[in-house]
C-alpha cells in the first residue's frame, strides 16, 4: 500500500499524482486490480493498493492497443488522462 497526497485543483477537485497515475497504469498494464481511495476524508491523503491479479480477463484488441499505449505513456479512445478514466469508471457508484 502507498500512500500519498492529492493534488488539489483550483476548483477544489482533488487529483492524482502523475507518479502515482503512472504507477497505476503500469500496474493495470501489468494484469494487476489496484484500488484507489482518500485515506482520511477531508484531508487530501490516500492510499493505492494493488488488491489482486486480473488473470481471469482476456483482453481484446482495444485493450490492447490502450495498454500499449499506456507503456508509452499515451492514452488513446474516449478518455485522455487516468482521472477522466477512473471518474467514468466509478460514474454509476
Keep these: 500500500m502507498t500512500k500519498f497526497e492529492f493534488i488539489r485543483t483550483n476548483t477544489?477537485?482533488?487529483r492524482l499524482p502523475d507518479d502515482i497515475s503512472r504507477a497505476i497504469a503500469t500496474a493495470i498494464v501489468n494484469?494487476?486490480?489496484v484500488q484507489v481511495m482518500e485515506f482520511?476524508?477531508?484531508t487530501g491523503?490516500?492510499?493505492?493498493?494493488?488488491v489482486g491479479r486480473a488473470d481471469e480477463?482476456?483482453?481484446n484488441a482495444e485493450?490492447?492497443?490502450a495498454m500499449?499505449?499506456?507503456e508509452r505513456g499515451e492514452f488513446v479512445g474516449e478518455y485522455k488522462t487516468v482521472d477522466e478514466l477512473f471518474e467514468a469508471l466509478h460514474a454509476d457508484d
Design 12 to 14: 477544489g477537485e482533488l
Design 31 to 33: 494484469g494487476y486490480r
Design 40 to 42: 482520511s476524508p477531508g
Design 45 to 50: 491523503v490516500g492510499v493505492v493498493d494493488v
Design 57 to 59: 480477463l482476456v483482453p
Design 63 to 65: 485493450t490492447l492497443e
Design 68 to 70: 500499449e499505449a499506456a
